[in-house]
């Protein structure tokens, strides 16, 4: 079982940042690629971002250039730094572990807006 807690939502004005965390738990050994996942009101969930237990990256083409996935392994933990936010980016993201199974996080809800 992997356990996904995250953090760092809120409200922020167009053009403004935030920084989302995901810090994992359990069986974190049998992870190989975490990632984080949004859905829009009346919306499917979407990839946004994802990482590799190599480093390796790959991003949604619209949040390419001003979204940033990290990981730290000694923390368990992932980032998603997002910059020059735009209102259509508003969303709750989740945090996605990938292993035998898939998990999720309980979300956080990130809203655009001035």
């Known amino acids: 079982q992997v356990h996904l807690m995250e953090s760092g939502g809120g409200l922020v004005q167009p053009g403004g940042s935030l920084r989302l965390s995901c810090a994992a738990s359990g069986s974190i050994f049998s992870i190989n690629v975490m990632g984080w996942f949004r859905q829009a009101p009346g919306k499917q969930r979407e990839l946004v971002a994802v990482i590799t237990s190599a480093g390796s990256t790959n991003y949604a083409d619209s949040v390419k250039g001003r979204f940033t996935i990290s990981r730290d392994n000694a923390k368990n933990t992932v980032y998603l730094q997002m910059n020059n936010l735009k209102p259509e980016d508003t969303a709750v993201y989740y945090c996605?572990?990938?292993?035998?199974?898939?998990?999720w996080g309980r979300g956080t809800q990130v809203t655009v807006s001035s």
């Open positions: 996605h572990a990938q292993s035998i199974s898939n998990y």
